[in-house]
Every structure is written in C-alpha cells, then in structure tokens.
C-alpha cells in the first residue's frame, strides 16, 4: 500500500528526470569506488585511522566501525542543513514536492561531490576496512531508497522498527514545509542519532505533513534546468510561500513531546 497525497507530478516524468539527475551521481559512484579500494587498502596496510589506534578484535572494529560510519554522517548531513553554501546544494533534494523512491536519486551534482569527498576522508580517519564500507553502504543505500518511499506500513510495525531505525514516516517529517521540522530527523540508518542529539521529531501526524519547501513549491522551480542552476541563483526567503506567508500548524497535545511515537 502506498500514501495517497495528492501528487503534483506525473509519476513517468518524474522518475525520468530523476533518472537523468541521478547521471553524473552514477558516474562519481563509480569513480569513488575505485578511490575508496585505495583508500581502504592504504589504511589498512599503515594502520591508519582511529580504529586502528584502538587495537579492538575484528568483529568489534567491525560494529565500531559501523556505528561510527552511521554517526558520522548523521553531522554531515545536519552541517548539509545548517552550512548555507551546502544548503543551497542539499535544497535541490528537498524541494521535491512528491516524496517517493526517486526523491532518494534527486540530488545535485555539486552535493554529490561534496559527499564523494567526505566519503573518503570518512573512510580514512575512522580507519574501516573495505569489508566494512561495502556492507555500510549496501545498508546505507538501502536505508536511503526505504524511508524516502511512500509505502504505508502497519503503524504498528513502523513504530517497532522506528525504535532502532528510520523509517518513511520519520523520514517524511524531515521533507515538511515546516522549517523546524525539516532541521529534525537527519538520521539515515539508525534513529538512535536524532534521538541522542534531541533533534528527533516523531509527533507530527503523516497525514498532515506537507512535502516540500514553500519558496519552491511550484512546479516551475521543479524543472530540470531550474534544479540545475538552483544553488547558483539568488536564493528566496525558503520558509515562506510566494505570498509571504509561512506554513503554520496547530499545535497538537503530542506537540510537547516530539519524541513520541509516530501516528
Ligand atoms: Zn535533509
């Protein structure tokens, strides 16, 4: 079963422009992977990085290593929201007004390699083995393609998984109109993050979330050429609507606790 919000987009031209963004992503993928076998194999050969200086067994370097990857992107993608040149970039990815699958493929060339750079610093400083990078980024892909899809879970089932990792509706409150609920849930594999970093928001109500931000809402500013030259133009006031105003939302009783459980 899938959400049934209104779409603003047709699905079939939707998912072929976000094929063609998805290109020279696809391409720094490939280029990246040949960077991080080498920066794997160096690592390991110097014992470089932090999880070296540790001296734990394999498995445990393994979970640490994990963990660290998870926890370490989790500040990168806060700084994404929080560092205005990067959020020029990282906005192309939030102003999809449809939120599904191909939203997970929507990101500018230009925060892709900012990524592929923090990726091999990532990988260098911590110090993981190749074994570890291939089975975080399988998860992570995973992670990316699952909460970003519109597919309704049980509330029950959501909720349980939830409690170790993000799921669509915690996710859909991170791509809110809302400004302060778009600077929540930056978690990608695990929730624990948000949680441990109080920027976790899981009380606002699917239904009564809206996708997008409010100065590029219309679907002018969803145009391939116009998400391509998005971070080099004059930016909006992102919060508000092109009449000015700003998204408001009634406050809700579950509003005094934004950790509770998702509805
Ligand atoms: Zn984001």
Known sequence: MCLTLQRHEQRLYKSTIQVIRYMPRAAMKRITGMFIVASTTWTSMRSFGLLHLVGLSHVASFVVGFLLMDLTFYYWHRANHRVSMRWRFHNVHHIDPDLDVSTALRFHAGEVLFSVAFRIAQIGLLGVSLLTYVIYESVFQGSTIFHHSNVRLPLRVERLLNVIVVTPRMHGIHHSVMESETHSNYGVVFSWWDLLHRSLRRNVPQAAVVIGVPAYHEPSDNTLWQTLTLPFRQQRDYWC??????????????????????A
């Open 241 to 262: 609507w092109p009449d000015g105003t700003r998204p408001m939302r009634d406050v809700t009783p579950t509003q005094r606790d934004s950790s509770r459980l998702l």
